[in-house]
């Protein structure tokens, strides 16, 4: 007897950018959008905000977002890099709730490769690490031989 495929009652996914970390749980609901506990469309500065709503934008443009409350936990890093990673997780939480049983929803995940790749690849770029005989990763001690 073949099993019947279980309907997702949620769906967690994370982004990361340098030292943020973002959670995003996405679940049945109204179209919300939290971001700590509190709506995304008070979060300050402006610019942040901007960024951050880019992936709700799109997927309110495709309709795939009317029946969805998406909650993002996030911590770590700076105010940037935390929209960053804020902005990876609701993109991939997104596509794979809207996916269903089969997998992703590829309509939706070319949209947000076509507008901006880094909505679902995590930026792999790190801080490097601070050297031997210098301040920094690349300024050294100067010398002088007079």
């Known amino acids: 007897m073949a099993k019947k495929p279980k309907k997702k009652t949620a769906v967690n996914m994370s982004g990361k950018r340098k030292t943020a970390i973002a959670r995003a749980t996405v679940r049945k609901g109204k179209g919300r959008v939290r971001i700590n506990s509190k709506p995304i469309y008070i979060m300050e ?19 795939r977002l009317t029946d969805v409350d998406v909650a ?27 996916g269903g049983a089969e ?4 309509e939706l995940r070319d ?17 490097e690490p601070k050297h031997q005989m210098g301040r920094g990763a690349r300024a050294k001690w100067q010398k002088s031989y007079r």
């Open 111 to 127: 949209e947000y490769l076509r507008f901006d790749r880094s909505l679902l690849v995590n930026d792999p770029r790190r801080k």
């Open 72 to 98: 993002v936990n996030v911590e770590g890093g700076g105010q940037m890099g935390q929209v960053d990673a804020i902005r990876t997780a609701i993109a991939r939480g997104l596509v794979k709730w809207n």
């Open 45 to 63: 500065p402006e610019l942040a905000r901007r960024k951050a709503l880019e992936p709700v934008q799109i997927a309110e443009a495709m309709n």
């Open 103 to 106: 997998g992703d929803d590829e």
